[in-house]
């Protein structure tokens, strides 16, 4: 599979985050395949006592994605999926989709002609691959300076792959999102870090930054092929002054660098704008290195999706929009 987002495993742990099913659409042809992975969930509203669902992509990215294919048919196999899945749709009662694709598969692009595709926001990382240093060319100058800091301090970190449980990071995780007046959607529960091991362990890398044996500040992040996702993450404001959120950074460019790893993908803001706060900070870790974020839009029974809610195609964001952080 080209990343973990669309394993399986990955979309039955948000089923219930999703509040529906994670369902799997593959299409074979003499072209190639695609594959195709997201929840399905009930509509807000029924017809006649019949229930309709609507198709979102689980946490994260996602979306429909070409496995095999020659890239002189990749147009032609596109159009024999719509088709297909059209009539999927149909008969399942599914009336309309919302597609978070990948920013650094960049599959938006494959599929440009099946969804209302919009640029929601551009997304960074660390380019492991193409720089000898990452740290040097990636992290900016108050970054590098803010490393030296800490290692002189005597900061430390552990890094461990498919740890025994989530306990401790849930802990300093909901410390730092009571701390910065999160959104409830952000304080997942015990129960989704326990399906998180039982689903994913062997993609779960969590770091743990120490300083005079106290951990200070922890990582959870995924692992898969030659890609790390930065997924969630918490520090103790006690510790500010050495800088535990830049270190858990550190820790993760030094253990990938000599593993073979090409990227680390931090994500984006909480918004479109460049200026935004969170894709500011994170955009210090990978000066070099950004992605397009695209998200999509398809309705896929018209004469439904009017009876339902009646109304036109760009009701399906307002519909879609307060699930999709």
Not at 93 to 116: K, M, T, W
């Amino acid at each position: 599979m080209l990343d973990l987002y669309f394993e399986e495993k990955y979309g039955l742990l948000y089923e219930k985050i999703e509040e529906g099913k994670c369902e799997i659409f593959e299409y074979h042809s003499d072209l190639g395949i695609v594959r195709h992975l997201f929840i399905k969930k009930p509509a807000s509203v029924n017809f006649k006592g019949e229930v309709y669902y609507e198709l979102v992509t689980p946490y994260g990215y996602g979306g429909p994605v070409i496995l095999k294919c020659d890239n002189k048919n990749k147009k032609e196999l596109v159009n024999e999926f719509e088709e297909a899945f059209m009539g999927y749709c149909r008969k399942n009662h599914i009336v309309s989709e919302f597609v978070r694709f990948h920013p650094v598969l960049l599959n938006a692009q494959d599929f440009s002609g099946c969804y209302d595709l919009t640029l929601r926001r551009k997304t960074t990382g660390t380019n492991l691959r193409d720089f000898e240093d990452p740290i040097k060319n990636e992290f900016s100058k108050s970054k590098q300076k803010s490393i030296r800091k800490s290692l002189e301090a005597g900061v430390v970190y552990r890094v461990t792959v498919n740890p025994d449980n989530l306990e401790n990071f849930q802990k300093i995780y909901h410390s730092t999102m009571n701390r910065k007046h999160a959104d409830q959607v952000y304080f997942f529960d015990s129960e989704y870090f326990k399906k998180l091991l039982h689903y994913l362990g062997e993609h779960v890398l969590l770091v743990e930054v120490e300083y005079e044996g106290k951990v200070i500040g922890m990582g959870l992040n995924f692992i898969y092929g030659k890609m790390i996702h930065i997924h969630l993450s918490g520090t103790d404001e006690n510790f500010h002054h050495l800088a535990p959120s830049v270190m858990l950074r550190y820790a993760l460019v030094e253990w990938g660098k000599g593993r073979g790893i090409d990227l680390i993908h931090e994500g984006g803001g909480k918004s479109s704008s460049m200026d935004d706060p969170l894709y500011v900070f994170k955009k210090q870790f990978g000066k070099n290195t950004d992605f397009d974020y695209f998200v999509g839009y398809r309705i896929w029974d018209e004469k439904q999706y009017k009876l339902l809610y009646h109304s036109d195609h760009a009701e399906i964001e307002k519909l879609n929009s307060p699930a999709y952080r």
